[in-house]
């Protein structure tokens, strides 16, 4: 999903050089999604700064060396972590005029710029027919091992016009929600 995310900040701000990854250092995951991204940075033939965030003012921080490295596009790493921070992480983006793209749809609701993530609804779904299996008799052991498949990518041209930002037609047409 991270590498998917790149791309589709890529297509967004597709003059920039660099772009920067904001993580969780103490997520177990972390590293994972680094070297996924990285590995899509080099592909793309863009120059990738990890930023490590493990608390409020850690934000600030990460932004100034955002800034400072000139990255031209933010991507947020997939971590609930990022979610408590929601309003300051969009407001940060702002502010500095950086281009972000978030995996939660949660940041939509605060006016962030774009999304792609899993799709919430088919994810409660598919705990719930799970459950109902497991209630029904079914050992979890026997049960495979099922991975999202609906993913969301929500795009706020508000946002983008705040921005000066042009959001391409490929990606509108891919879009499952266009917030105006």
């Known amino acids: 999903m991270a590498g998917k995310r790149l791309e589709l900040l890529h297509e967004l701000v597709p003059a920039s050089a660099a772009v920067a990854l904001l993580v969780n250092p103490t997520n177990p995951y972390t590293e994972s999604e680094i070297r996924e991204v990285q590995t899509r940075a080099s592909a793309l033939g863009l120059q ?30 997939a971590d609930p972590f990022f979610i408590i921070f929601r309003d300051k992480l969009v407001a940060l983006a702002a502010g500095h005029r950086v281009p972000t793209i978030y995996g939660y749809r949660d940041f939509m ?46 795009i706020n041209l508000k946002t983008a016009r705040a921005l000066s930002l042009e959001v391409p037609t490929s990606i509108l047409l891919r879009a499952d929600e266009v917030i105006e």
């Open 48 to 77: 990738l700064h990890v930023l490590n965030a493990t608390n409020d003012s850690d934000l600030e921080r990460a932004f100034m060396s955002l800034v400072e490295r000139r990255a031209g596009g933010l991507l947020v790493g």
């Open 109 to 154: 609701a605060v006016e962030g710029l774009v999304s792609y993530g899993t799709d919430p609804a088919a994810v409660y779904h598919q705990i719930g027919a799970y459950t109902g299996r497991i209630l029904k008799g079914e050992k979890p052991a026997d049960l495979p091992v099922q991975q999202p498949t609906k993913f969301d990518l929500v």
